[in-house]
């Protein structure tokens, strides 16, 4: 037996372990190229650190809607689709918070994702094959996992590793380009010669492992969300029966989301690439498998209210 | 003797800041509950504005059905005039048990389920109840979450003083409650 309380804390603890981790990777990546291209070391924190607070702002204004545009999604009223939105509507009784915008994706693939920045900014977006294929029950265990990414501030901290990693990768994407094309400056004196030889060897290594590393990192978090809303989700349901037959519905349907790759996959309930939806636990993957979310389900205890 | 002074302040100022939290843990706490009650009350409400047409409309149907219609209005006036928690409680339970049946029984005519009015309220209806249910889920673990703060030492010395007094729960309905209604309907 597993409590939400004891889950929910072991998450934080690794997300904020994972977020350090990232934030030294970014932060030593600057460093070592400031002084590969002849400046200080501060110099490059500086640099890395204004890259990633521009991303930031972007993502924090703008993220949100240009997921959901990116995704074709729609935003529904209640007569569009009643049962949608009463569902969404009892789970954010359920959880205490304000009612989400509601998004429809015309598509016959089965998916769901929730984005936004905090609870007051946050959107939930369902395809209409899903929607159509689920019966009541299934289709509020899936909002049910949807509204968990928005209580535990999934959606907010996808943006953040997004933003952290979307850095790492764009100043890694600098680096091997100014190494192909010799845009490296000549250095300031003869004598740092030597030290700023090491430093380049470090920082070319870096540029090369240090996206691979950051998306590792992020994948191991977007993976631990998912369980965790997993048991939110039925925590707020009481009713882990529900979840588990959506999830068989979900990871069965044979299709493949339009508008979705390899920058947003990690945002749905189950993988929208058909060929990352099945198979074992790697450390590339974005979701854990099917088998390990059900058995996780089937080990929690429910109380009923 | 000046260190005495300032360990006494520093003793002081520490007091404080914990009395201020804890302050303003317990108002959070009782916030949390009054707005689960406010949330109930709000679905309760929808109720019953939802359920006169529900019943006008299988009325036009199940003529046969009398002693369903006549149950739920009489229940749903007595919830109405209830004046506290404790009364309205049981008779939101039972009016919850009588809609069941008159679901239920709404299963014996196909031509009502064929009814898009009736589709509709029926999904309206059970939506509500949901709410309702989900929204006592909710006030409950906020009134748990209330009277273990308000009890704790030292939260106690505080909260007697704002005078906070336990909440009682909004318990589920027992399942001899849920039996007479089905007995009745038979």
């Known amino acids: 037996m597993v409590s939400f309380e004891g889950l929910i804390e072991h998450n934080k603890r690794l997300s904020y372990l994972l977020f350090f981790l990232l934030l030294l990777l ?11 291209w002849g400046g200080e070391w501060y110099t490059g924190l500086i640099v890395a650190s204004a890259v990633a607070v521009i991303y930031f702002l972007i993502s924090w204004y703008a993220g949100a809607s240009m997921i959901l545009s990116m995704s074709g999604a729609r935003e529904i009223r209640h007569e569009d689709a009643p049962q949608l939105w009463n569902v969404v509507e009892e789970l954010s009784i359920a959880a205490g918070l304000p009612m989400p915008k509601v998004y429809m994706i015309e598509d016959g693939a089965m998916n769901a994702f929730a984005t936004g920045r905090d609870p007051q900014h946050a959107s939930v977006a369902i395809t209409r094959g899903l929607m159509e294929k689920l019966n009541r029950e299934e289709l509020q265990a899936v909002m049910a996992h949807e509204m968990s990414h928005v209580r535990n501030y999934d959606i907010r901290f996808a943006m953040l590793m997004a933003v952290m990693v979307g ?8 680096v091997m380009r100014s190494v192909f094309f010799g ?99 790697s450390l590339f993957s974005t979701h854990p498998s099917l088998e390990s979310r059900i058995e996780r389900i089937e080990g929690l205890s429910v109380a009923r209210a | 003797m000046g260190n005495g002074v300032y360990l006494f302040v520093a003793m002081a100022a520490g007091i404080v800041v914990y009395a201020v939290y804890i302050y303003n843990t317990l108002v959070r706490r009782k916030a949390s509950v009054e707005n689960g009650w406010s949330q109930i009350d709000v679905q309760l409400k929808r109720r019953y504005d939802l359920i006169p047409n529900l019943v006008e409309t299988v009325k036009g149907y199940a003529t046969h059905e009398r002693e369903v219609f006549e149950r739920i ?10 004046t506290s928690p404790e009364q309205a409680a049981p008779l939101q339970n039972q009016l919850t048990g009588a809609l069941k049946s008159l679901f239920a029984v709404s299963e014996n005519y196909p031509e009502l389920k064929a009814n898009r009015n009736f589709l509709a309220l029926q ?21 748990k979450a209330f009277n273990i703060a308000i009890d704790v030492f030292p939260n106690n010395l505080i909260s007697r003083r704002l005078g906070y007094e336990p909440r009682s729960m909004w318990t589920a309905e027992d399942a001899s409650e849920l039996q007479s209604v089905q007995v009745s309907w038979r």
């Open chain 1, 167 to 174: 850095s790492i990768v764009l100043i890694c994407d600098v």
């Open chain 2, 73 to 82: 209005a009489a229940l749903r006036s007595a919830a109405l005039s209830a």
């Open chain 1, 26 to 36: 970014l932060g030593g990546l600057g460093a070592s190229v400031g002084v590969w």
């Open chain 1, 183 to 281: 845009r490296r400056r000549s250095s300031r004196s003869s004598d740092g010669g030597k030290g700023q030889a090491v430093m380049a060897v470090v920082a070319v290594v870096l540029a090369i492992l240090a996206p691979l590393l950051a998306s590792i990192i992020q994948l191991a978090v977007s993976r631990q969300r998912e369980y965790l809303a997993d048991a939110s989700a039925v925590e707020l349901t009481r009713n882990p029966a529900g979840l588990v037959s959506a999830l068989r519905k979900l990871t069965s349907d044979p299709n493949e989301l339009e508008g979705t790759s390899r920058g947003t996959q990690h945002l749905y309930i189950v993988n929208p690439l058909r060929k990352n939806k099945k198979g074992r636990d």
């Open chain 2, 123 to 143: 999904e309206e209806l059970a939506s509500t109840e949901n709410k309702i249910a989900f929204a006592r889920q909710y006030y409950n673990d906020a009134v």
